[in-house]
């Protein structure tokens, strides 16, 4: 397991104005939820909730398995693989799909066909439909 000793203060500052913007957003949710509100700007912060929520949600599900040994895990482009590329990319390029070079990703072949530099805009459909594929490539081979 690698271990950091140090973070800039810039990557600091990155990670507390993500906490704080889905922080905002539940609470515009949840403030629209319990007011009057018209139907357009409730369906606008759930859309807008949806996407941060099911991103959230790929990271954690990585962090579940995030020592998975990557030899039984492969590098074919599997949903493991996939769901490895979406965190980093979350976590580190903003959201936007970066390529790893580790990986032979195929958009084709991949579960929600992103190509390398589409930002990820994960819906509750993409998120259900990566969670199935994961734990079954999980379960082929890590059981």
């Known amino acids: 397991m690698l271990c950091v000793n140090s973070y800039t203060k810039n990557y600091i500052n990155e990670c507390r104005s993500r906490m704080e913007s889905q922080l905002a957003a539940y609470k515009v ?3 629209i939820a319990t007011e009057k509100t018209s139907k357009s700007a409730i369906n606008s912060a759930v859309d807008s909730f949806e996407l941060l929520f099911f991103n959230n949600l790929v990271v ?3 962090g579940f398995f995030v020592h998975r040994t990557r030899k039984i895990e492969g590098k074919d482009g599997n ?3 996939e769901v490895r590329m979406l965190c980093n990319s979350i976590l580190q390029n903003h959201g936007v799909l970066s390529a790893d070079k580790t990986i032979k ?3 084709a072949k991949s ?3 992103l190509q390398i530099g589409d930002e ?5 459909s993409d998120f259900a439909l990566l969670f199935k594929a994961f734990f079954a490539e999980i379960e ?3 059981m």
């Open 79 to 81: 949903p493991l693989n």
């Open 60 to 62: 954690v599900l990585d």
């Open 120 to 124: 990820i805009k994960m819906t509750e």
């Open 111 to 113: 579960i929600l066909k």
């Open 29 to 31: 949710l949840v403030a």
């Open 140 to 142: 082929t081979k890590f």
């Open 105 to 107: 990703y195929n958009p």
